[in-house]
């Protein structure tokens, strides 16, 4: 774990917090930490709730660290581990921050959007984001190493949101909504590689259309009637 933090910093303690924030929830809601109720009393996302109290934006962020059941965190934190660290040396630690909190933005943004009455939580959001950049930056750039990556990303996730379909428990919603928000991430977020696969006008037209896109789906959600 030493050498994790040595090598991936901002990986090693999203991991961290995400482990640690399982199990204090663990202790807090002792055998009902599954349910609809004490996810939601844990940070995590319902739209109709978000609907009547906009001033917990902050949930928008915090279902990122919260995960139902062992299975849900071990899925998870297993991705996180192994593409965080790529991604994370792609982008540099600042950045990949960014990525992954962005990502996990606008994936709870669609989740309050598509399925309002839903309870949801889990990385996955910004795990999908991760997915999206990388396969964004290995289809655009021009480094050799990095579109050889990028196509393997490119056929996981296809792959993963073709299976989502299947999977009822899932939040396709929210996985959609993480890899639009990581694909648009990966434009105006440069990396450490090829600083230049994109131009000045393309890196803020990204910046422009994603706050954009989270300001249009959040306005409807505080002004649609339910």
């Keep these: 774990m030493q050498q994790t933090f040595r090598q991936s910093?901002?990986?090693?303690?999203?991991?961290?917090?995400?482990?640690?924030y399982f199990l204090l929830i663990q202790l807090l809601f002792w055998g009902k930490s599954t349910t609809a109720v004490s996810i939601l009393r844990a940070g995590g996302i319902y739209g109709a709730y978000l609907h009547f109290y906009p001033a917990e934006l902050w949930r928008l962020i915090s279902p990122i660290f919260i995960h139902i059941g062992w299975e849900h965190l071990i899925m998870n934190a297993i991705s996180l581990y192994f593409v965080g660290a790529m991604a994370?040396?792609?982008?540099?630690v600042w950045r990949f921050l960014m990525l992954y909190l962005l990502s996990g933005v606008m994936g709870n943004v669609f989740v309050v959007f598509f399925t309002p009455d839903v309870v949801s939580a889990g990385a996955?959001?910004?795990?999908?984001?991760m997915f999206a950049a990388i396969s964004v930056i290995g289809y655009f750039?021009?480094?050799?190493?990095?579109?050889?990556?990028?196509q393997n990303y490119q056929v996981l996730l296809v792959m993963n949101l073709v299976f989502n379909v299947f999977m009822p428990s899932v939040s396709i919603a929210g996985h959609i909504g993480g890899a639009?928000?990581?694909?648009?991430?990966?434009?105006?977020?440069?990396?450490?590689?090829?600083r230049f696969i994109f131009k000045q006008s393309q890196r803020m037209l990204a910046?422009?259309?994603?706050?954009?896109?989270?300001?249009?789906?959040?306005?409807?959600?505080?002004?649609?009637?339910?």
């Design 141 to 150: 750039g021009r480094n050799a190493y990095l579109k050889q990556v990028g």
């Design 207 to 226: 910046l422009v259309a994603y706050v954009a896109l989270l300001i249009l789906l959040l306005g409807i959600v505080f002004v649609r009637p339910l």
């Design 180 to 194: 639009i928000g990581g694909g648009l991430c990966a434009v105006f977020l440069t990396t450490r590689f090829d």
């Design 88 to 92: 994370e040396q792609w982008w540099g």
């Design 124 to 129: 996955s959001t910004s795990i999908f984001g």
């Design 9 to 20: 910093p901002v990986t090693a303690t999203l991991l961290s917090l995400t482990i640690g």
